[in-house]
């Protein structure tokens, strides 16, 4: 079965740029989404088709996928950002999601 | 767009339970519709899937054979028959809309029906 890797945990300074991977066999052939999720609330689609924000998402989020890594960017990174973000994508009929990756703002 | 999931409950291993989903604020019978599960402190899991008519469905390994997915669009709900439960499917189950953007693109999530399978 299909398989997206993401790192544990992912730190960052308050204002800089977090990067967070999500790695798959020729990913590079599908779609990508990210999703943000914190504390006690259900996830929020912050990124689709490897690259896009739906209305209400922060400039600040953006997302690229090139390779067997799509690659989800946070510039300018705040205290509310962070959260576990978990990659999405789609193989033989199943839905596959990331491991999640757990975003510390220092 | 408004899902709200019910129907969560204790229930003991090899019992049975039926979560619903009721839409709101969206034409349901145009959107495929999937359950997300995650259990405490883990990461997410998609179980299943359901076309806009109810003619195509899919699971994970996991559920198949054991859960059931099924939709009643003029009651504008979405079910989640659940046979033969095990520990390992205590978790929140998520009622979630898939978009229709290409792929599979999950655009908005209720907040969960919590399912606990204990003796």
């Known amino acids: 079965s299909y398989e997206l890797t993401q790192p544990p945990s992912v730190s960052v300074s308050a204002g800089q740029t977090a990067i967070i991977t999500c790695s798959g066999d020729k990913l590079r052939n599908k779609y990508a989404c990210w999703y943000q999720q914190k504390p006690g609330q259900s996830p929020v689609l912050v990124i689709y088709q490897n690259s896009k924000r739906p209305s209400g998402i922060p400039e600040r989020f953006s997302g690229s996928n090139s390779g067997n890594t799509a690659t989800l960017t946070i510039s300018g990174t705040q205290a509310k950002d962070e959260a576990d973000y978990y990659c999405?994508?789609?193989?033989?009929?199943?839905?596959?999601f990331g491991g999640g990756t757990k975003l510390t703002v220092l | 767009v408004q899902l709200v999931e019910s129907g969560g409950g204790l229930v003991q291993p090899g019992g049975s339970l039926r979560l619903s989903c009721a839409a709101s604020e969206f034409t349901f019978s145009s959107y495929w519709m999937h359950w997300v599960r995650q259990a405490p402190g883990k990461g997410l899991v998609w179980v299943s899937r359901i076309k806009t008519d109810g003619s195509s469905v899919s699971y994970a390994d996991s559920v198949k054979g054991r859960f059931t997915i099924s939709r009643d669009n003029a009651k504008n709900t979405l079910y989640l028959q659940m046979n033969s439960l095990r520990a390992e499917d205590t978790a929140l189950y998520y009622c979630?809309?898939?978009?229709?953007?290409?792929?599979?693109?999950?655009?908005?999530w209720g907040q969960g029906t919590l399912v606990t399978v204990s003796s």
């Open positions: 979630v809309r898939d978009s229709g953007i290409t792929d599979t693109t999950l655009d908005y």
């Open positions: 999405q994508t789609w193989d033989s009929s199943n839905v596959v």
